[in-house]
């Protein structure tokens, strides 16, 4: 099992910045994707950025390109996402995901993460 926890939501204006982390812990090993996703009230969970550690390969949805960074530190098992320009409509639930492997478009996708942590709220305040 791999266990993960979110650190570094809160509350910021528009445009400002904000860095979250996940920790992850147990059988890391397995898991050779690590992702962010994001849930805003009454919508779907969506997709925001991923990393494949054995390659160091990025992916991130269209509407955050150009504005959040994802990064992972292998030695201290923890996943950052750096978000910049912050805007009203990033204002969500964040969570962090494992998945043993992913491939293209399958990378995108919530359905081949299958560890999850609890959540942390980013307010984007005007």
């Known amino acids: 099992q791999v266990q993960l926890v979110e650190y570094g939501g809160g509350l910021v204006q528009a445009g400002g910045s904000l860095r979250l982390s996940c920790a992850a812990s147990?059988?890391?090993?397995?898991?050779?994707?690590m992702g962010w996703f994001r849930q805003a009230p009454e919508k779907e969970r969506e997709f925001v950025a991923a990393?494949?550690?054995?390659?160091?390969?990025?992916y991130y949805a269209d509407s955050v390109k150009g504005r959040f960074t994802i990064s992972g530190d292998n030695a201290k098992n923890t996943v950052y996402l750096q978000m910049n320009s912050l805007r009203l409509e990033d204002t969500a639930v964040y969570y962090c995901a494992a998945a043993a492997v992913c491939l293209g478009s399958g990378c995108y996708q919530v359905r081949i993460y299958d560890n999850w942590g609890q959540g942390t709220q980013v307010t984007v305040s005007s």
């Open positions: 147990g059988r890391t090993f397995s898991r050779d994707v």
């Open positions: 990393i494949r550690w054995s390659s160091g390969v990025t």
